[in-house]
């Protein structure tokens, strides 16, 4: 088990950029892919990114593809979603989970068994 925390949400311009980090603790980080995952109100749950254990393969949505860079910084045990060019509609809360899915296909929530609290991104017009 793992346990992971997300920071960097704030409000910015559309345009504008952040980035988000997800603090993950436990022994076993080299061996789990970290995800992103994101809900605007009265919508789904919707697959964001996801960076593979060995942090060499990335998986992206096709909304945020070219627009945002997952990676991941072992030795500090965090990964990082960078956000440019950002838009209204990415305005929602932002959850980061961890899966030891080795797969090739990370955009179910099913695959992941740790998930953190969220952090409310908002963009502004």
């Known amino acids: 088990q793992v346990q992971l925390v997300e920071s960097g949400g704030g409000l910015v311009q559309a345009g504008g950029s952040l980035r988000l980090s997800c603090a993950v603790s436990?022994?076993?980080?080299?061996?789990?892919?970290v995800g992103w995952f994101r809900q605007a109100p009265g919508k789904e749950y919707e697959f964001v990114a996801a960076v593979a254990a060995s942090g060499v393969n990335t998986y992206y949505a096709d909304s945020v593809k070219g627009r945002f860079t997952i990676s991941r910084d072992n030795a500090k045990n965090t990964v990082y979603v960078q956000m440019n060019s950002l838009k209204p509609e990415d305005t929602a809360v932002y959850f980061c989970?961890?899966?030891?899915?080795?797969?090739?296909?990370?955009?179910?929530?099913?695959?992941?068994?740790?998930w953190g609290q969220g952090t409310q991104v908002t963009v502004s017009s």
């Open positions: 436990g022994h076993t980080f080299r061996d789990y892919a």
């Open positions: 989970a961890g899966t030891r899915y080795t797969g090739d296909n990370y955009a179910r929530a099913g695959l992941y068994d740790s």
